[in-house]
């Protein structure tokens, strides 16, 4: 999915000293976690500034950051769910040459992603009791989001990286701004809930201009934009259901834990959102730890990695001999292991300092041991999430549809299993589930993905290419493109 | 009895040649019953038939050498052993007719797709590729592999209706087959090869672009492997003359089992003369298809017309095959402004202008026996005709020929050397007779129709009779 900045990034790091290194690790940084570290980074700027701000209850601003989690959360699931599958198609579209498939495919895809938010808000809005004018803003904020989560696929397909960054950036300074000035002069009646209601208002204004500006970044790339069959998309869920299951699987799965905590040991908030403050907490800062493989990943995988990829698929494709196949898929294959192991060992090594870190910094924000227990425990788990989502990731570099599958129903399983099965031993084992199921997913993914590279040139030659040329989805994605009049 | 007959791309889709053999083969034997089997590059439908089935004919199966329909899900499941004897022969290594029992048995080779996409099968190919040291590209020998054995395998994962003999009409798929029905029905198998199947397809080969140039030979090897085992299983191999017999035992083809059954034709009395011309006439009985040369006819009427001769050049047979060819050479007889003299009559009833001839041409390229000499000489016309095929031995008769020639025999693509023959018969039109008298003598003693059905008609019963007493049984010995 991110193959492609590997190049650039080989550049880089063939000038071996450290400034230019160091420029490398920074451009990484910046172009995979940039979006999610700056959004990460304006809520926890929000969070401080509430904090200055006189006059803004706790509950207000409980409500806004919940409100906030729950629209970053569900529209990623719901992205989730058909990520994969718009990614192979547009994969498809453009080894096909059919460029000018692609921007219609991201109008369907919008259609359809804002047709589902709209039906998940509906039934939110409908057993809420919070006021209308504030359910509104929240369906503002989760249509955008969910439209952000599609153009960043586009957009980073198309490597615009920085335009994508900078969009972020700007919205969170406005975001950021906007909120402290207009809580600082208030010049709003009071009322009960206007805090939250101006908080929300920023925050999506925010969100609105990064909105604007990926949008102004998609035109740009997209300079020719036809938009016949944009529902053509849709068969692929009948071609490669395994990669839909995927996704939903792999974000549910990032989920699940809270979501059986919040039932059984959380709290109502408003009567609208349950949440558990401790472990909510403590899975949000294991979850920043795991940071530095995004970067790791996209350093050493898709550059040192991804090159021996690249030789043994042509010396496939291209006519290689047998002898040359082979050598290929053996260094390949060491290569993979080496990168492995690497990040393995550098992500381990950072975990395990923050972990000990922790033991002393976090008493200093925190009073309560119970977050600092499942902060321990989750850190590892976040750990095996991260590995997870790479082995993942490799798998579906090989098209192993169906490992990817397993991987992430494990992991969703896995975790959710678990986490039941802990339940009973009360707030002292929250996050015990969630680390058992993401190593037994990292564990099951890392056998697979080995196993299965060590025979990649049998699945190559041998495998079926045979995918469904009718099924419900076909008819579905007609029926739409003939509703859009574009058939 | 039920005979059953192998008819690979021809009978009854195609007319002239095999297919007219086969028909008429079938409907000279009343008293026996026919099982047609017909290998088809792809689906056929009733309407492209282009004989009717005769009564005789009491099943016909078509067979596709592949199908778009993915057959159904059954897991490849070989032992070692097995996959050493297919190892054996997909190298070639041997015939061993077991290997084609595995072949055909989709419990143990799983259905086509299957085996395809089967570890043992990725093996077996990588294993092959190292013991046949060709060094190429790894996926074009994978590509090559999968379209030589899919469908050999396809054709033998069918069904096949019972029969007491099996007469294949060439080898190729055709004697794949029937050797296949041969060794699980345990009867008797015939081949009847019209031309050297292996051979035909070696020219094909050689001139296909698509073939990777390393991976030629082995296409090559596997057409001949595929005739060697036919060679191997069958009982009797027969050709149509004697050139061929010597590239069948050049094959490997057991000289005990072969023997030459020419073509046969009816005398017909009853032949009229019509359409007379009043100027010396040839003629020419001919598919309008590049194979049968017509230019180098046109381009030799053309001499002749230059050299003062008055001549009139009528050309017999279907132009819709291929039109375009067809459309070229009338094209040409325009350009040269030969409309007089040489006229395209289409399709038409052959007897009728027989004697109105007094000449008849054939300039192909490429020959089995070709019927339509067979049909001139019953007619006692004298001929001029290419060496190809057994237009030689036709024309001046095998060895110890006691009646003659009945004409000449030229190269092929010779339209100097065409024109100069028939100068020839212009200028001694006395000879015309005698010559085509020596053509009927040949066709009385050697080449009849009646001879030819009683001969397989005996054939079928010698060796049906034999069926599980002299036998045992090669599904047994497994």
Redesign the interface.
Known sequence: MLAGIGFQLQKLFKEDYYSSRLKAYLYSLFVTAGPWLIVIFTILMLQVLLKTVPGVNALNKQLFMISVSYCFMFSQVLFGFQQLVVTRYTADCLYEKNEEKVFSSYLGFSAVTAAAAILLWLIFALLSPLQWEYKFMMLGLFLLLNLIWIMLLYLSGAKNYQSIALAFLAGGVLSVSCMFILLKWNPFPQGEWTPAWIMMGSFTGGIAVTFLWLVNAMLKTFPNRAASMPFEYLTYFDKYPQLAFTGIFYNAGLWVSNWIIWVSGGQWLLDTFRYHPGYDTAVFYAYLTILPSYVIFVVSIETRFYERYRDFFSF????????Q?RKSKAKMLLVLKQEIERLVRNQGFISLAVLFLALFIFPLFFNADLILGIFRITLIGAFCNGMTMIMMLLLLYFDDRKGALFTSAAFFGGIALFTLLMLPAGEAAYGVGFTVGSLLSFVYSSFRLFQYVS?AD?YA????R?TPIEGPFHNLSRRLNRLAGAE | MRVGMIAEGSYPYVSGGVSSWIHTLITGMEDIEFSLFTITPEKKKNSELKYSLTKNTVHHQNVELITDFPDKKVKSNLTEAELSLLFKWFTFQTLDPKALLILGNQEKMGSVEEFFESESFYTLVQECYEYEELYGSFLDYMWMWKSMYTPVMHLLQQDYSKVDVIHSASTGYGGLIGSYISIVQNIPFIITEHGIYSREREEEILQSSWIPVIYKKRWIRFFHHLSRIAYEQAEDVITLFEKNRGYQLELGAPAEKTAIVPNGIDINTSLTLQGKKPVFHIGAIVRIVPIKDIKTMIYAANTLRRWGYSFHWSILGSDEELPEYAQECKDLVVSLELEQWVTFTGKVNVQDYLLSFDVCVLTSLSEGQPLAILEGMAASRPWVATDVGSCRELIEGREEDPYGACGFVIPPIQPEELADRLRWFMNHPELLERMGKNGLNRVKNDYLLSDVITFYRNLYVKRGENVGRHRIPAAKII
């Open positions: 496939i494709n291209d006519g290689g001999t047998l002898t196949i025979k049998y030659f041998c495998k079926s045979h």
